[in-house]
């Protein structure tokens, strides 16, 4: 499978499923944050990366800044996935299958303004089906906060950073049943 698409479709909502299930939130289908806690106004905004990818951090759209408002906290999901194969080499869309050739999986929970420290950068550019002009931030892995707790779950860790409420977290049953404190 071509690499653009695979990262713009279909492994965006296997990733965003599995960090609902492990951080006990829902999946947002209105506009703002990709996960939300209505119960406790919560939300998470996702980031996942290939760990072989040359790339060393994420990729932000600077619109995504402003989910944080009054109604919710909110937080970054900055999340590392490895595969069992190349993406080349995926013939499939379907989410299952995805799911089973994840290997391992790190989401960092990081305080949402955080990535205020990233500069934005404009990119604009066309194709004769198109054109873009947006304004990202590039999070870089290295400035992550410090992990103050990390939590083995389902295919992965979870890594809380410093200031980062813990308690806003893992609401459900999951983490009492399923996880070990690292």
């Not at 909502?13 to 829902?26: I, P, S, Y």
Request: with cysteine; glycine share 8%; hydrophobic share 35%.
């Amino acid at each position: 499978m071509d690499s653009r698409r695979f990262n713009g479709y279909p492994m965006p909502q296997v990733n965003h499923l599995w960090a609902a299930k492990v951080l006990g939130m829902e999946l947002n289908n209105n506009k703002g944050p990709d996960l939300i806690n209505a119960s406790n106004d919560v939300g998470v905004e996702l980031k996942f990366m290939l760990s072989n990818r040359s790339s060393n951090g994420w990729t932000v759209q600077n619109h995504q800044l402003r989910y944080k408002n009054n109604n919710f906290t909110c937080y970054w999901g900055l999340g590392i996935y490895n595969l069992d194969r190349n993406v080349k080499e995926i013939d499939t869309e379907d989410k299952d299958r995805l799911e089973g050739m994840v290997v391992k999986r790190e989401i960092y929970i990081v305080n949402y303004n955080w990535m205020n420290q990233f500069a934005p950068s404009r990119t604009s550019g066309g194709t004769g089906r198109s054109k873009w002009n947006y304004v990202f931030r590039y999070a870089k892995f290295k400035s992550l906060p410090r992990i103050v707790e990390s939590y083995e779950v389902d295919k992965g860790i979870v890594h809380i950073t410093r200031g980062v409420r813990e308690e806003d977290f893992f609401m459900s049953r999951y983490l009492t049943e399923n996880s070990t404190l690292y």
